[in-house]
């Protein structure tokens, strides 16, 4: 290490970010496994799986049963999305550390991934906040397209400050900032800081970076300048969003890990037991695909 500039956090969304765009149905004991590598690779929280609606995202349909399977390691949150009522019910049921509610910053996606406007998903999510909270499980509010919808283009960093409010006023433990499509880079990432702290430290926020134009690792960077402690990332740098055309992968755990540790920071997790699970899970859906044809 360079120097020693603090720990930095790192979720790993592998399993959930990292699967759910995977049309061949993987198996759900590959799942359990990816998960259980995962946490002997000593992850602070990994976000296991969704329980949203099948019929919107059908690789993540056996979610209770993966929550289920999972060995779960003292000193790991284990968390999952829930987008309603009714997956809050199934999470609880299936025992999740966190509940992770998600919203766009913008309209279009918002239509598109979960059948409502910015403001209709926020009025379904309100009662999930309160009730996740009175079952004292810790919120997590995702807040998408921080930088450009992949429908309405350019996003205004006024309208993820607003979105970021109204979550904070419901009770989230947590704002996690998505680049949903990969569009940030450095000095937009700045600029959304800017506006973003007059309401929130950085330090208090995660950022969630998928690599669409090879910018992640210097968006990540810029945010650890400006003081951003947590982030979200996927080994081997699997994943996008069915619902968000053109959207590439989470920024790659190991290649994120690495870029922390030469800047300084302690990212606290095994970086080769990491990306051994990265390659393994790719090997897994290689397999999985080569088996459906
Ligand atoms: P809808 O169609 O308006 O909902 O979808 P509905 O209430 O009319 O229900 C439709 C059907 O789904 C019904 O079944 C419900 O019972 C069922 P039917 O009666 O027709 O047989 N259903 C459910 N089943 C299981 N669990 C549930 C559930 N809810 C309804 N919780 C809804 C609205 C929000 C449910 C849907 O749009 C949805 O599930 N969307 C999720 C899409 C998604 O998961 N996208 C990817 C995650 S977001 C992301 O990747 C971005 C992120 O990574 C950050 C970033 O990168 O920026 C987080
Ligand atoms: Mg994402």
Redesign the pocket.
């Known amino acids: 290490m360079i120097n020693n500039r603090g720990n930095v956090r790192i979720t790993e969304v592998g399993p959930r970010?990292g699967l759910?765009n995977e049309s061949v149905r993987i198996p759900t004991a590959i799942k359990i496994q990816f998960v259980d590598q995962l946490s002997a690779a000593g992850f602070p929280e990994i976000e296991v799986t969704?329980?949203?609606?099948?019929?919107?995202?059908a690789q993540l349909g056996d979610a209770a049963e993966v929550m289920r399977g999972i060995t779960r390691r003292t000193g790991t949150i284990y968390s999952a999305?829930v987008?309603?009522e009714?997956?809050l019910d199934?999470a609880l049921e299936a025992r999740v550390d966190k509940v992770s509610v998600?919203v766009s910053a913008a309209d279009g996606f918002s239509k598109h991934?979960?059948?409502?406007t910015v403001d209709e998903v926020l009025a379904r999510i309100a009662p999930v906040v309160s009730r996740a909270r009175a079952s004292r499980k810790p919120v997590r509010g995702?807040v998408?397209?921080i930088v450009r919808c992949p429908y309405d283009g350019p996003v205004d960093p006024a309208q993820v400050v607003a979105v970021c409010m109204r979550l904070l006023e419901m009770g989230v433990d947590e704002i996690d900032l998505?680049?949903?499509i990969g569009a940030a880079d450095a000095d937009s990432i700045s600029r959304l800081y800017q506006a973003v702290a007059k309401i929130i430290e950085p330090s208090k926020t995660t950022l969630?970076l998928?690599d669409t134009h090879g910018q992640a690792i210097a968006c990540a960077l810029r945010a650890l300048e400006i003081g951003v402690r947590s982030f979200d990332s996927s080994v081997a740098g699997l994943g996008g969003?069915p619902?968000a055309p053109g959207a590439a992968g989470n920024v790659a755990t190991e290649t994120l890990a690495r870029a922390m540790v030469s800047a300084g920071f302690d990212p606290q997790i095994d970086i080769q037991r990491a990306s051994d699970a990265g390659l393994w899970m790719r090997q897994q859906l290689a397999s999985t695909r080569e088996s459906s044809t």
């Open positions: 970010d759910q969704s329980f949203v609606s099948a019929k919107w995202i999305l987008p309603n009714r997956g199934a998600f991934n979960t059948n409502g995702y998408s397209c998505g680049d949903t969630h998928h969003c619902y």
